[in-house]
């Protein structure tokens, strides 16, 4: 019997009838057709399917819409929106690190989550932090390089602001 | 990979799942982070007529220090066992467990609780209970009971619980200054289930081994607890010839089953190789 959930995604709060079966990955794609959520493997390996839940990096595929009543969602498209992951993005073209792009939104919040975490990661924690991402295409080189990139450049962008506000 | 339909029903408190469960005559499953039972239902390995979903039960949650117990309540996170300061300082073998435990996204969800119960053989957070001395606060119909960890574990995905029973809390003996600590394990890849897993947590002042608590994982149905290895370190000074000791000694803990990827010689091998190192990392650090 379908059951009704109020939950935020991308800043708006919704409510809507759902079956308690329905993963919230076919909830945001089906329902809502926010199809930048993409389902891949639908058991919790691939990663394709991330999305921010309450702020935190989640499996949309490892949850029922039900689950999510209450919570707030983010999806790749509401972080490109609100330009959250506009350097992100732009690191991710330039360093050519997507061909097919079916795994970069789940990498994209992958790499949102471990920055929020940790603000200078080595190699090998950005590495770690994939290490539930699949992607087939790059071999993962390109996307280690970008997200250092970002990294960096969030860093110096923090600095020039404290140096900025700093009484002259 | 869909899951089959079922109803759902949150309740909020542990009383109403326990109601729940039984209205449902025993054909449902309850729900926490999900991280195990949601692919499960996907595949169709399980399909409950009912989904009772105790993730909003206050009674579940906290981390607490109270007489030299550290309770954690079941829906506990993986990542909480990765920051939280009581657990850093009272139960560190599961901080040092917590980033061997599948990927990040999964830790967020995953919970304590939901780990121990399920009880699979390869999970790093069953053992660690072993190794600590863990006490298992269980609720069901006939009221509540703490079980050790020791007698919680039973066999395959088995355990103490009875259908219908919900596990409500870890219960914790606290860590302090003098335990010892070490955690690793050998994985085919940062995430995947390990072939060989092992927690040690010991005291050993002026280097002579006081006590000593040795637990592995994916060593046979259940995590096991190794102690002729511990028997070869106390007492003594935890130097090369007594680590050499415990390695062989574990011939007489481990009896791992041949499987087509990792026989059991190749396994009982990598533990020997693991507790030489975790044993090395400790008596470094004395």
Not at chain 1, 98 to 103: A, K, M, N, T, V
Not at chain 2, 15 to 37: H, K, M, R, T, V
Not at chain 2, 75 to 83: Q, V
Request: charged share 20%; aromatic share 4%; hydrophobic share 45%.
């Amino acid at each position: 019997m379908p059951v009704a959930i109020t939950l935020t995604v991308n800043g708006e709060t919704l409510t809507r009838l759902v079956e308690p079966r329905e993963t919230l990955a076919d909830f945001l794609r089906r329902d809502l057709e926010l199809t930048g959520t993409h389902t891949g493997c639908e058991m919790g390996v691939c990663g394709a399917c991330l999305v921010m839940l309450d702020g935190l990096p989640a499996h949309a595929c490892l949850m029922f819409a039900v689950q999510a009543d209450g919570a707030r969602v983010e999806t790749v498209e509401g972080l490109t929106e609100n330009a959250a992951l506009a350097d992100l993005q732009r690191a991710f073209h330039e360093r050519n690190a997507l061909q097919c792009g079916f795994c970069t939104p789940g990498m994209l919040i992958a790499a949102q989550g471990l920055l929020a975490r940790k603000a200078m990661p080595s190699r090998e924690e950005i590495r770690d932090a994939l290490s539930g991402n699949y992607c087939r295409c790059t071999g993962y080189e390109a996307i280690i390089d970008a997200i250092e990139t970002v990294a960096q450049g969030r860093a110096a962008g923090e600095a020039a602001l404290r140096f900025a506000e700093e009484p002259a | 990979m869909k899951a089959r339909a079922f109803d759902y029903v949150r309740p909020a408190t542990v009383a109403e799942a326990l109601a729940a469960f039984a209205e449902a005559g025993g054909d449902a499953s309850y729900i926490a982070g999900g991280q195990s039972l949601v692919p499960a239902l996907a595949l169709r390995l399980q399909a409950p007529e009912r989904l009772i979903d105790i993730a909003h039960i206050p009674d579940l949650r906290g981390i607490d220090l109270r007489e030299g117990w550290l309770r954690l309540g079941a829906l506990t996170r993986h990542a909480e066992a990765h920051d939280h300061p009581l657990i850093a300082a009272h139960a560190p073998l599961l901080a040092l467990a917590a980033p061997h435990v599948a990927h990040p996204a999964i830790r967020n969800r995953g919970t304590l609780g939901g780990s121990v119960a399920l009880a699979d053989p390869a999970s790093e957070f069953p053992a660690m209970m072993l190794a600590m001395e863990a006490q298992m606060e269980i609720a069901g119909p006939q009221g509540t009971r703490r079980v050790p960890a020791n007698a919680f574990f039973q066999d395959l995905y088995q355990t103490a619980l009875e259908p219908g029973e919900l596990l409500v809390a870890l219960h914790i003996p606290a860590a302090g200054p003098q335990h010892r600590c070490a955690f690793d394990e050998f994985a085919r890849r940062r995430g995947d289930y390990a072939l060989v897993g092992c927690g040690v947590m010991l005291t050993a002042p002026a280097r002579e081994v006081e006590s000593a608590r040795i637990a592995f994982f994916s060593v046979g149905p259940t995590p096991v607890r190794a102690q002729a290895a511990e028997a070869a370190l106390i007492g003594r000074r935890l130097d090369s010839e007594v680590i050499r000791l415990a390695q062989a000694a574990l011939s007489q803990d481990l009896d791992p089953p041949d499987d087509e990827q990792v026989p059991a010689a190749m396994r009982l091998h990598l533990a020997r190789v693991l507790i030489g190192r975790l044993l090395g990392r400790i008596a470094e650090g004395l």
